[in-house]
Structure formats: structure tokens, C-alpha cells
């Protein structure tokens, strides 16, 4: 829970791991002082956006962990209103997303190989949706089978009108 200057007035244990920090240390802190430098526009605009907005705001950063390591997080900030419907806290959610993000990097990075080693070996690569009968063909399947993109029908029929009739 932040204040309205987003300071920590309230963490769970969740947060403390999150930070490696212990908890009761976080009270009284600047959230934004746990947000990696290159993300700080990025979180000083979801602050603003959640001052100005009733409405839950959501943005993804990087934390920098009091040991100096960091992790990716998304913050979550929605109004917590008093009896008189005024702001006066800030009920805000972190969530480690540091696994998933490791993941995504990996299947870039995957599909960057692949994407090398296909053009390297000038070959095609297709996909085949059985229950739709959706094929789907890369750019270099197009050139290999000398069709263009708009005369593709996109089914595995498309796909067999371009095999000699002996394969």
C-alpha cells in the first residue's frame, strides 16, 4: 500500500522477497527508489496516470533488489477511497515476472536461430492446423514453390497443387 506521495506504508511478504528486503525495512520508502534507472520514466508515468484516474493502472519495469540484482515486475496501483470518496491510498500490486520474461527472451532468441539457420540452408519451413486446414507457409516456402502470398488459398490443397504429381 503507497501513500499519495507513493511512499511504502504498508508490505507484505511478498513484497520483501520480491526486493529481498525484510518487510517492516520497505515502510516510509519511495517505491520508485526500487525501480531500475532505465524504467523510471516509465514508472513516474504510471504514478501520474494513476493520480489522474479512478481506474487501475498497470505498467512493466525492472527492480532493483537491495543486493543489486533485478527483476522484472509488474506494478498494478488502483485508488483506495476514504468514506468521503477522496484518494487516500494507493493499493498497489507487484508481480515477479522475471521467469516469464527469461522465457520470452529465450524463444526470441530461439526463433533468431532458427531464422538464420533456415535462410543458411535456403529452406522453407510450413505449418500445417489439421482441424482447421490451415496452412501456413513462411516467405521462403512461397519462393521455393514459385507462388505468390495472394494466389496461396492458405489450405493443404494450396499447399499440394505446387508438388509434382509422382512425389
Known sequence: TLDTDGKIVEANLTAGTILDINRKMLIRQPLAQFIAQDDQEIFRLHWQKALKSEMRQRCEVQLRKVA??????????SAALDESGHTTLWRTILRDITEHKQAEEK????????????????????DWNIQKNELHWDDRMFTLYGMKKKHFGGGYSAGLSGVHPAD
Open 107 to 126: 524463444i526470441v532468441q530461439l526463433a533468431e536461430r532458427l531464422d538464420l539457420a533456415t535462410k543458411a540452408a535456403q529452406i522453407g519451413v510450413w
Open 68 to 77: 543489486g540484482a533485478v527483476r522484472f515486475v509488474t506494478i498494478e496501483s
